[in-house]
């Protein structure tokens, strides 16, 4: 079989696309009534609360099976520790460079957001910019903390992988294709159970991190939530690679019976977002999980049947993804700030920042494939593996790989 039929193109465009999912996500959180965010416009907007607390549902979630899927895949081709290398240099340098180059632009920007909507004078802002900036902390990673979660997931998968030579893992895995193949629907429903649980469980155990004094308990916390909140998908999608049996009987193929029970449970989650006290808090998390799994199984299951070809086009724009998530946070964060200075509508304003945050984080990439320099600093690639004609992206090595 040609390299060109057994590229599975769906995997592809749907990390861009989740990837892409940052700019609406995050442009409406400017906009959220119920959850705080770094950038807080006085306009608030019910529908923007509802589309942040659905999308957020999905998207990492997905996003970190579609990159265990990826990880598997790789490791199937290459030996562990050179693949292992190469994803410290792939997602440790554009950390860096986010670090340096992006960070400060956004806290400067938050410093200067509460200027901009008054509650202090401008001078104020200004000499916090300045404090803030030669005082970096935990508080710069922001959008960036993906890439540490991916390097630590990465390891562990190696180890995980490692522990294959035992045929432990695979007795596990023949085990549960066995179920898979008997009794779908069970496995699915259990998995839904499973991952309700994590969240519910990651969520008191960060609360309970947060209750408690000094430091360490707050570094915990921040560990806690994100980085061990999406371990599970990120397995779920290496089990989905290493099994083609498991994957057929969860990924979604017909029907309306997912789809609706998923958008069910994201809209119940939505509904519930932000209220953090007791029992519903707790339910919350149950819906948001139920969601996470089976919006990620439609999701799959839409690109495989809509995405699996090649195009020209949207290749550009998978091409340009990462960049795009890198140069995405602190483009919403200056333009909402500068709308804090106009008086339109919510909506309006949601609309105008995602289309400018697309052109020109998209048109910032272009340039960055002009550079080899930059192409390495942001997006990972060796400019000695970049040879070439520059202003297309590389088909060797793709910038999302």
């Known amino acids: 079989m040609s390299a060109v039929t057994a590229r599975e193109h769906q995997w592809d465009w749907l990390r861009a696309f989740l990837m892409l999912l940052g700019i609406p996500y995050h442009a409406a959180m400017a906009y959220n009534a119920r959850v705080l965010w770094d950038i807080q416009s006085p306009e608030k907007s019910e529908i923007l609360t509802f589309l942040s607390g659905v999308l957020v549902t999905f998207r990492m979630p997905a996003f970190f099976i579609v990159a265990g899927y990826f990880a598997a895949m790789m490791l199937e081709r290459r030996k562990p520790a050179s693949w292992l290398r190469g994803r410290i240099i792939r997602l440790g340098i554009p950390f860096l460079t986010g670090l340096v180059l992006l960070a400060p632009i956004q806290i400067a920007v938050i410093d200067l957001e ?21 005082h970096p902390g935990a508080n710069w990673i922001m959008h960036l903390w993906f890439l540490p979660a991916l390097l630590a997931y990465s390891g562990l998968l190696v180890l995980i992988m490692a522990g294959r030579r035992f045929g432990r893992l695979d007795h596990v895995i023949e085990r549960t294709e066995a179920i898979c193949r008997a009794r779908p629907g069970l496995t699915l429903m259990l ?21 408690r004094p000094g430091a360490l308990p707050y570094l915990l916390a921040h560990g806690i939530d994100p980085y061990l909140r999406y371990l599970p998908f990120f397995l779920i999608g290496a089990v989905l690679r290493a099994s083609p049996d498991i994957r057929c009987a969860l990924v979604w193929t017909k029907g309306y019976g997912l789809p609706a029970f998923g958008i069910a449970a994201a809209i119940l989650a939505a509904a519930l977002r932000g209220v953090e006290a007791g029992t519903w808090g707790i339910t919350y998390d149950a819906f948001d999980g139920a969601a996470a799994i089976l919006l990620s199984v439609v999701l799959i299951g839409i690109a495989k049947r809509f995405w699996n070809r090649p195009d020209p086009r949207i290749d550009r724009i998978v091409d340009a993804s990462f960049s795009i998530y890198l140069l995405h946070h602190p483009i919403i964060y200056a333009l909402a700030a500068l709308f804090i200075l106009a008086e339109s509508p919510p909506v309006v304003e949601f609309f105008l920042i995602c289309l400018a945050t697309f052109a020109l984080s998209y048109g910032i990439h272009r340039l960055i494939r002009r550079s080899p320099l930059a192409l390495f600093l942001f997006n990972g690639v060796r400019p000695a593996l970049n040879s070439g004609n520059t202003d297309r992206p590389d088909r060797r090595l793709p910038t999302l790989r």
């Open 114 to 134: 509460t200027a901009l909507t008054g509650a202090i004078s401008m001078t104020t802002a200004l000499d916090q910019v300045g404090e803030d900036l030669i």
């Open 191 to 211: 998995l839904i159970l499973a991952t309700a649980a994590w969240e519910m469980m990651i969520h008191l155990s960060h609360q309970d991190m947060l209750a």
